[in-house]
């Protein structure tokens, strides 16, 4: 049996787990990393962000263009994930910084030994967990095997004649539209009132009608009481219909990764929403850390980066320091996009905030018109001094256009200091700048203001 010692141990080489072992590695400290895969970088890598990114893509080219892409679509896909996995530095970085990599299953012995299933026994003084999330599977009559999660759709050999989806959320939205759009027949099932819960429920309508124009088949408000699997496909009764088709997709969400793990040895205390943290990441054992999907938070690739930095900070340095969310921004990469930050209406309304909402259509931004993508609007939600409390935009390259706002409203940054920044035109940007236009014209109407503009032009 063979015995190795460190400083600190990752589990789990996602993409928390990468950006931990590399941190921890460039400080210094001897670090190992444990990944169950032969291959790094998690779901996000290989059956998440990049290849639905590359479909999505493929899709609106499609879209645009008015015929599918050559090839098989799915294969294009596994390229990209190849291509993206060849190009990482992780690998590099790792290796560089001294970081060993065992691949295998593992489980605690105590809160300072892990378990290879190989026999092999992980000392450390120090361990962080970041064994990330799976598909969330619900209760449903039937569902026993076969249906498609976000690992199996990218094992399709070829694109499928017909999809139903269970689940409106990001994953669920996203794929709805990329599918129909490259010439799948696809039935969108959503039992809440409403696609997108979390983002603005206004521009979540507004996409929705989007979607529903490009003759996409939504249901909201509709409830899969039962399915059944043959030969030819899934049967599926949604609401007071029947309905058929080849393939089913279940897109309801993560459930952190904690099985197998034998936390209970360790001291570490978890639920069905994940691994139990403090504002430190700290777990209810002193000396292990967690970080990413498997402590149930938002559940991004970048908030799992921010926080495995603070757990690496946190548990080799004596200064304990929080997350700063930031907002905590996320993107629904349809077309349009659909960005977030900070708070919807609906959150500043239940916290009693007194609030205003400035708003600048694409359809007034002359990039926009050129690209042929004047859809949608920037929204900002500030509060009467301009202070920020949300952003929300739906519109072309919405993610990109949204990391303005997040550095403005971790400096506490006001709309005006926004507003006077100078935007190159003609950009995509020039419609932040716009939105603010009106914080200006409200403020230039104050009575004691038009006062004093009056009293300066004597």
Known sequence: ???????????????????AGVAAGAVGARTVMIEKEE????????????????????????????????????????????????????????????????????????????????????????????????????????????????????????LPESL??????PIGTEMTQSFHRLGTRVTLLEAQDRLLLRDDRYLARELTNMLIGEGIDIRINTMVKKVARDDQGWTVEAGEEKLFSRHLLIALGRRANTDGLNLEAAGVEYSDSGVVVNKHLQTTAGNIWAAGDCIGGPQFSHIAEIEAKAAVRNSLFPLNNQVNYQGNPWTTFTDPEMAHLGLTEDECKERGYRYRVYSQEFAGDDRAIT????????????????????????????GELLNEFILARRKGLRLHEIGLSVHVYPTLGMAVQRATDDWFSEVAAKPLLKSLIRLVRR
């Open 164 to 169: 139903i989806i269970i689940g409106g959320g």
């Open 1 to 19: 049996m063979t015995t190795m010692n460190y400083d600190l141990a990752v589990v789990g080489g996602g993409a928390a787990g990468l950006v």
């Open 371 to 398: 690209e042929d993508a004047a859809k949608g609007r920037v929204k900002i939600i500030a509060s009467p001094y301009g202070k920020l409390l949300g952003v929300h935009i739906l519109g072309p390259r919405a």
């Open 39 to 158: 291959r790094l970088g998690g779901e996000c890598s290989w059956t998440g962000c990049v290849p639905s990114k590359a479909l999505l893509h493929q899709a609106s080219l499609a879209y645009r263009c008015g015929s599918n892409p050559e090839g098989n679509i799915m294969d294009k896909g596994r390229e990209t994930v190849f291509k993206a996995s060849k190009a990482s530095k992780a690998r590099k970085l790792l290796d560089g910084y001294g970081v060993d990599i065992y691949n295998g299953t593992s489980g605690f012995k105590d809160n300072r030994t892990l378990v290879m299933d190989d026999g092999t026994v992980i000392k450390a003084k120090r361990f962080i967990l970041c064994t990330g999330s799976s598909a969330l599977v619900p209760n449903i009559e039937g569902l026993k095997a076969g249906y498609l999660t976000n690992r199996e759709l990218w094992q399709l050999p070829d």
